[in-house]
């Protein structure tokens, strides 16, 4: 006996509408039709289900649909590797979070103030100290979340500390998945200069990271127990 879409909705607390769309994009398999027309799935099907919803909120639609198409072709190590590729990812990110951290906390900036090394030549010296890319930086310019001044000779940027803890800070919130919109409030309604604001920025974006593992761990052992159902891999 099949399983009602409702039944599935219901169990994973989406719409009906959610499953004929997952379906649509072909990252579960056809449903079968009942004479009036009515769609019958089965327990593959909420498997497939389960696992997509279980692995959202740790990799995202794109990926999710990604893994799940090299599913469905039996393809599962491919699947495995387009996971592993955002799990290293997720660890970059927390490296970048602990380096920020790292020049706030021991106060690196602070330090090249005092030995007159406050100002940087160019965006791309700012990229190369802060591990963040030129275009990223140039990008928040325009959108008015940084404001570099300009030198009014020769018309080149003049970047201080201040600029620099805001790029750190900017991009931190970036892995978190925060809009522009909101970072440029955020932003602006914190002292970029007082390190323990900056500091409790960047260890909240690690608490994220932190939660974002956990998610992906759940959505790994989804796809793991989908394929297990499928039959590719021993149970």
């Known amino acids: 006996m099949g ?10 607390g989406i719409t009906t509408s959610a499953l004929r769309h997952y379906e649509s994009w072909g990252i579960v398999p056809p449903a079968k039709r ?3 027309g009515y769609r019958v799935y089965t327990e593959v099907h909420e498997a497939y289900f389960t696992c997509l919803r279980t692995l959202l909120p740790g990799f995202g639609m794109d990926v999710a649909k990604e ?7 039996g393809e599962l190590t ?33 330090h090249l103030e005092a030995n007159d090394q406050k100002q940087w030549g160019s965006i791309g010296e700012v990229a190369e100290d802060t591990g963040v ?8 310019e325009r959108e008015g979340l940084l404001e570099l001044p300009r030198n009014e000779e020769n018309g080149y940027r003049i970047i201080e500390n201040t600029h620099v803890r805001k790029i750190l800070l900017i991009r931190t919130l970036r892995l978190t998945g925060q809009p522009l919109a909101t970072i440029q409030h955020l ?9 323990e604001n900056a500091s409790k920025i960047a260890r909240e974006s690690i ?13 790994s052992a989804a796809v793991l127990a989908l394929a297990k159902v499928l039959g590719l891999v021993d149970s």
């Not at 990110?93 to 951290?101: G, L, P, V």
């Open 207 to 219: 608490l994220f990271l932190d939660r974002m593992i956990l998610h992906q761990l759940k959505g």
């Open 34 to 36: 009942l004479p009036n």
């Open 133 to 140: 890319a030129t275009s990223a930086i140039r990008h928040w």
């Open 67 to 73: 893994m799940l198409l090299h599913v469905r072709a």
């Open 78 to 110: 491919a699947a495995l590797w387009a996971l592993n590729e955002s799990q290293a990812a997720l660890a970059e990110d927390k490296r970048f979070a602990e380096r920020t951290i790292h020049l706030l906390e021991t106060d690196v900036l602070h």
């Open 187 to 195: 932003l602006s309604e914190v002292d970029v200069d007082h390190i």
């Open 3 to 12: 399983i009602r879409p409702i039944e599935i909705a219901r169990k994973l």
